[in-house]
């Protein structure tokens, strides 16, 4: 079992800047890749980020690449998504996830721990 808890989520204006974080508690975090998804009202959930347990491979969806990035400190068991240049589209809550297998799977469905989420709100 991993459990997961996010946090850093908040209200903030175009263009400005937020750090999310996970925390991860149970299996040993540095054997889990990670993910970051968002989902906006009415929409499905979609990915953002992922991360290989080493840190050394990333993935970004292309809304998202060369704002944000993900990043991992495995002596804290956290995940870390730095989220830059921020737009009204990017507001939605924000989930970490823990795939079931390795890779840095981008689907839904790879993953099979998830947190509860964070809001972001970006005013225009």
């Known amino acids: 079992q991993v459990q997961l808890v996010e946090s850093g989520g908040g209200l903030v204006q175009a263009g400005g800047s937020l750090r999310l974080s996970c925390a991860a508690s149970?299996?040993?975090?540095?054997?889990?890749?990670m993910g970051w998804f968002r989902q906006a009202p009415g929409k499905e959930r979609e990915f953002v980020a992922a991360?290989?347990?080493?840190?050394?491979?990333?993935s970004y969806a292309d809304s998202v690449k060369g704002r944000f990035t993900i990043s991992r400190d495995n002596a804290k068991n956290t995940v870390y998504l730095q989220m830059n240049n921020l737009k009204p589209e990017d507001t939605a809550i924000y989930y970490c996830?823990?795939?079931?297998?390795?890779?840095?799977?981008?689907?839904?469905?790879?993953?099979?721990?998830w947190g509860q989420g964070t809001q972001v709100t970006v005013s225009s």
């Open positions: 996830a823990a795939p079931k297998g390795i890779g840095v799977p981008r689907r839904v469905a790879d993953y099979d721990y």
């Open positions: 991360i290989s347990r080493s840190g050394y491979v990333t």
């Open positions: 149970g299996r040993t975090f540095s054997s889990n890749s």
